[in-house]
């Protein structure tokens, strides 16, 4: 299957700052669909004449878990680190969260019609969350 590729614009908070970034997302369906690959890679403008820095740099393994009968998210970022999650299906899309320092981050993603919209939540007691990114892909003809 050929790739697909998203892009957008996104926010995402880097400490008190909000900083907007353009994303692209590729998307390749592998093995026959039982698995994903998802390569993200968000930038935003250098000052000046400076070159564009990368704020976003990741990739994800999304294969499928026949015991479970459902999709495990492994993900992995440019510092380094990384991580498995369990993708819970919602209506029109998944959720997924991880625990972080302080609190717990919560992924939520609305699939169809062409379009990813996905919201980040930082939440320090599991109850009331705050939005940390969001991030609005329309897929490339």
């Given at each position: 299957?050929?790739?697909?590729?998203?892009?957008?614009?996104?926010?995402?908070?880097?400490?008190?700052?909000?900083?907007?970034?353009?994303?692209?997302?590729?998307?390749?369906?592998?093995?026959?669909?039982?698995?994903?690959?998802?390569?993200?890679?968000?930038?935003?403008?250098?000052?000046?004449?400076?070159?564009?820095?990368?704020?976003?740099?990741?990739l994800a393994v999304i294969p499928y878990d026949?015991?479970?009968?459902?999709?495990?998210?492994?993900?992995?970022?440019?510092?380094?680190?990384?991580?498995?999650?369990?993708?819970?299906?919602?209506?029109?899309?998944?959720?997924?969260?991880?625990?972080?320092?302080?609190?717990?981050?919560?992924?939520?993603?609305?699939?169809?019609?062409?379009?990813?919209?996905?919201?980040?939540?930082?939440?320090?007691?599991?109850?009331?969350?705050?939005?940390?990114?969001?991030?609005?892909?329309?897929?490339?003809?």
């Amino acid at each position: 299957m050929r790739a697909v590729i998203v892009t957008a614009v996104a926010w995402m908070l880097r400490g008190s700052d909000r900083i907007n970034a353009s994303m692209t997302e590729v998307v390749e369906r592998k093995l026959g669909g039982v698995a994903f690959l998802v390569e993200g890679l968000g930038v935003v403008p250098g000052p000046g004449a400076e070159a564009p820095r990368v704020v976003h740099n990741a990739l994800a393994v999304i294969p499928y878990d026949p015991q479970t009968r459902g999709y495990v998210l492994r993900s992995y970022i440019a510092s380094g680190q990384w991580g498995d999650f369990v993708l819970t299906p919602i209506e029109g899309g998944v959720v997924w969260s991880r625990e972080v320092p302080g609190g717990r981050i919560r992924n939520t993603a609305k699939i169809g019609n062409g379009e990813w919209h996905e919201i980040g939540e930082f939440s320090r007691d599991q109850t009331t969350g705050m939005q940390i990114m969001e991030l609005k892909l329309k897929k490339e003809p």
